[in-house]
């Protein structure tokens, strides 16, 4: 297939990585430095957005935030008028169900494939991937699909996928919080860091996908896959869904600001556990 890839940051460069090799690929990055080392025998890099899209059978976005997408799409560079037809537009990023409903509107071959995973869970084929469209085009994804390895679960609406992203990503925002909060309890109240590995290590509570980051919220500090500013936004996006119908979350408002206040403290450009060092 003939896949565009648009946006190389962490996730987006994963998702090139995995692909490469097995479709024909044109990238797009804002900075153009991140292109340089897919570049080889089946991919191309494009000088500009609409360049990389203009021969695409599927066009792929993994961008920051709303912003960046609706800057992508509706913007100066307007790629959502010159998607190809019959082209399939798939964006991973984890943006609002809203925004994703504006992007339904406006492109209807539109399929929202937010990811459950990070970027080495992609690269290494075991992510999650949250399909939400139509099913003809999520069919017609097959080839990408079996490129990208890990699986699948599908969404007949679009929103509904990014919906259930957010959902996920409530549960492991508030679980690295209080973990921390954990650790500092056992720490204000003179438990040694051996003790409290031995003690929180083993106990049931503590969730395989807590786990993986077990010691790096015991240090503060780990390598940079998910960081406090998109910890954030993804915090404040629940708050918003929640807030959409009505609900007011009790704990959403108070992670989203735990994420806030990393990134206040200078930790913006460290990974999302870097959150445990408010506590000192
Ligand atoms: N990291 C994770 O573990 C993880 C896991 C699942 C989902 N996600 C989601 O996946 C998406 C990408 O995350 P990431 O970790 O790859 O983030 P990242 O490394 O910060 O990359 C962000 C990307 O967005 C681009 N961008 C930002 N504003 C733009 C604009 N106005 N116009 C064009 N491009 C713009 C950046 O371009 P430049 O390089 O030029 O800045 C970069 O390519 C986010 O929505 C994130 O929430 C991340």
Redesign the pocket.
């Known amino acids: 297939m003939r896949i565009a890839v648009?946006?190389?940051?962490?996730?987006?460069?994963?998702v090139a990585e995995r692909l490469s090799g097995r479709h024909d690929l044109v990238v797009w990055?804002?900075?153009?430095e991140?292109a340089k080392d897919l570049v080889g025998p089946r991919v191309r890099s494009a000088d500009s957005?609409p360049e990389a899209v203009e021969d695409a059978e599927v066009v792929i976005t993994?961008?920051?935030?709303d912003?960046?997408?609706?800057?992508?799409l509706f913007?100066q560079?307007d790629v959502g008028s010159r998607l190809p037809t019959p082209s399939v537009f798939v964006d991973?990023?984890?943006?609002s169900p809203s925004m994703s409903d504006r992007i339904e509107e406006a492109l209807p071959r539109y399929v929202a494939l937010?990811?459950?995973?990070?970027?080495q869970?992609?690269r290494s084929g075991n992510?999650i991937y949250l399909a939400g469209g139509r099913a003809e085009l999520v069919d017609g994804l097959a080839p990408v699909f079996d490129a990208l390895g890990g699986s699948v679960k599908r969404y007949e609406r679009p929103a509904h996928a990014l919906v259930g992203?957010l959902a996920v990503?409530l549960l492991l925002l508030s679980g690295v919080v209080t973990l921390a909060e954990s650790i500092t309890i056992g720490r204000a109240g003179g438990l040694h860091d051996r003790q409290l590995r031995d003690l929180l290590g083993e106990t049931p509570m503590l969730a395989p996908g807590l786990s993986n980051r077990f010691d790096s919220v015991f240090a503060g500090s780990g390598e940079?896959?998910?960081?406090p500013?998109?910890?954030a936004?993804?915090a404040r996006l629940a708050v918003d869904v929640a807030a959409s119908n009505g609900t007011m979350l009790r704990l959403g408002p108070v992670i989203r600001a735990a994420y806030e206040s990393a990134v206040e403290m200078g930790l913006g450009d460290e990974d999302?556990v870097s959150v445990a060092r408010i506590y000192r």
């Open positions: 648009l946006g190389l940051g962490r996730m987006g460069h994963s990055n804002r900075s153009p991140k957005a993994s961008l920051a935030d912003e960046a997408v609706h800057d992508l913007g560079a991973a990023s984890t943006i937010p990811i459950l995973g990070a970027p869970a992609v992510a992203k990503n940079t896959w998910w960081p500013p998109l910890a936004k993804d999302m």
